[in-house]
């Protein structure tokens, strides 16, 4: 069932057409019962009346009820008074049974015909032998019926169609709540984990609202967790950290230039920016909100991230382009920094010494283009998707680029992009021939 709507209106629609057609089939079996009481009524009528004639010995014209009439006053065998257009014969199967009504077929058409001993309906001078016949055309009864019954069924056909508009937009209306309850949960923030009122919602849907809410109790408190482990695990790791990388130091000056040694602080390095990585992404999960957007120039910011990245820059030797129009959006200005600082520090990490890094920022349109490209080895296309994940990094912990990293930076970036509803793309740079990340704001 794709549609709920869709659904209701199509059993409505066929439940009206059915009951519809059941009471016409039932009209049209008790209109034919009337047809037929009020023929047999007409036609007795009749026959009493001629009977009435013929004891009173007043002669009978043959166009005495009409021509949709037949009639026949039989004196033992002998036909005494016959209506125009009868036969000479008996008009009904004459046996010693024969009183009564019947059908008969007679010059194509289908006649409802009486046939009555005298004496049954006046005993006045009454033979036991005299019959009376009286017969009338049926077919006329049946068109009747029949066009008193389209009479009554027309009208009904003709406005299914008004029906099922009316059904629609009745159904439409009874829906709206659910179309409500789903833009209220459509419009929620990610972190929005606030009850929703059950007292606004129809009793249908209380049902529904109370299980969301019972779901968004246990979204929170496993949402509470998740920011908790992340934060206290970073800041419980950051003391310890800094002790030892100052124990590290001594070490080194005291046992001097060990390749051992050098190999764990490099390894303590990566854990030290690990977990700072990690503080950054716990930061901008919490101020993944509205309420901490401002105006900010794109320009401007990566001019501050450059300013302050520029000695680790400087010390490969490598040579910064920065090309910036003015783009000012709406935004989380540190959430933006945090980006241009990953996407300026992946460069500067992945391209060699005396290397090259050109970032550019750029007005289409109504969108701001953001590009960081490097002279680096660049990322295979197959890895695009892969490296975005969290601690992913193109071949894993043993990169043979010997970079220090975490396999955070561009998941990072992603979730900023994301929080902007932005675009990221990752491509080769025809400029560098090295990789090329480009983030488009709208």
Request: with cysteine.
């Amino acid at each position: 069932m794709k549609s709920i709507r869709v659904f209701l209106v199509i059993v409505i629609i066929s439940v009206v057409c059915l009951s519809n057609f059941s009471a016409a089939l039932y009209g049209y079996d008790r209109s034919s019962q009337s047809a037929d009481e009020l023929a047999d009524r007409q036609i007795s009528e009749k026959a009493k009346s001629l009977a009435a004639l013929v004891n009173e010995g007043v002669h009978i014209p043959k166009a005495l009820f009409g021509q949709d009439t037949i009639f026949q006053v039989w004196q033992g065998s002998q036909l005494t008074y016959q209506s125009k257009g009868s036969p000479n014969t008996f008009f009904t199967p004459h046996t010693p049974h024969s009183s009564g009504f019947h059908f008969v077929s007679y010059d194509g058409q289908r006649w409802r015909a009486l046939v009555s001993n005298l004496v049954l309906l006046s005993d006045i001078g009454a033979r036991d032998d005299s019959f009376v016949i009286v017969a009338e055309r049926f077919d006329t009864y049946s068109a009747l019926t029949e066009e008193i019954l389209l009479r009554a069924i027309l009208p009904i056909i003709w406005i299914l169609p008004v029906l099922a508009i009316l059904v629609w937009l009745i159904v439409g209306v009874g829906l709206h709540p659910l179309e409500r309850l789903a833009s209220i949960l459509d419009s929620r923030k990610s972190d929005d984990f606030d009850q929703l009122a059950i007292s606004d919602q129809p009793q249908e849907l209380k049902t529904i609202a109370s299980s969301m809410n019972h779901l968004f109790v246990r979204l929170a408190s496993v949402f509470d967790r998740e920011k908790r482990f992340s934060a206290d695990a970073a800041h419980e790791l950051r003391t310890p950290l800094s002790a030892l990388k100052v124990n590290m130091h001594n070490m080194q000056r005291s046992l001097g230039g060990d390749e051992n040694l050098q190999d764990l602080e490099n390894s303590v390095d990566r854990m030290g920016q690990t977990i700072e990585q990690l503080l950054a992404l716990h930061r901008v999960s919490l101020g993944s909100n509205e309420s901490n957007r401002d105006i900010c120039d794109l320009g401007e910011i990566i001019q501050t991230v450059v300013a302050e990245n520029y000695s680790q820059i400087a010390s490969k030797n490598q040579d910064v382009e920065l090309d910036a129009e003015p783009a000012t959006l709406l935004a989380d200005k540190f959430a933006l920094s945090l980006m241009t600082r990953n996407l300026i520090d992946n460069a500067n990490k992945y391209s060699p010494t005396k290397g090259k890094i050109y970032i550019s920022v750029k007005m289409q349109k109504d969108q701001i283009v953001v590009r960081v490209e490097d002279s680096g080895p660049g990322i295979p296309e197959s890895e695009y998707e892969r490296v975005i994940d969290r601690f992913y990094r193109v071949g894993g912990d043993r990169n043979k680029s010997d970079v220090v990293g975490s396999g955070l930076g561009l998941s990072i970036v992603s979730q900023i992009v994301a929080m902007h509803n932005a675009k990221m793309t990752l491509l080769k740079s025809d400029r560098l021939k090295g990789l090329a990340v480009e983030v488009v704001f709208s």
